[in-house]
């Protein structure tokens, strides 16, 4: 895969951070990618936050990041 691109699941994402690499996750997936609009910012995150829950079992930091303006390269027909 790209970058070392892996599937994000429970098992992939705590083997990796007990390992020590860096994870970057992009919560709002395919979900955010559909719905969004070149008007407004938008971000999607599950209501469980899994991810942070293990970042806090594993006793990794978390290092929030947003990039802005990403929902403008690209030209979403309705």
């Given at each position: 895969m790209i970058m070392g691109a892996k599937r994000v699941n429970p098992t992939t994402v705590r083997k990796m951070l007990?390992?020590?690499?860096?994870?970057a996750i992009q919560p709002g997936g395919i979900y955010e990618q559909?719905?969004?609009?070149?008007k407004q910012e938008v971000a999607y995150f599950s209501s469980t936050f899994g991810f942070v829950r293990q970042a806090i079992q594993v006793g990794v930091p978390?290092?929030?990041?947003?990039l802005f303006g990403e929902n403008q390269i690209f030209n979403i027909s309705e």
């Open positions: 007990k390992a020590g690499h860096n994870v559909i719905r969004t609009d070149p978390l290092l929030p990041a947003y």
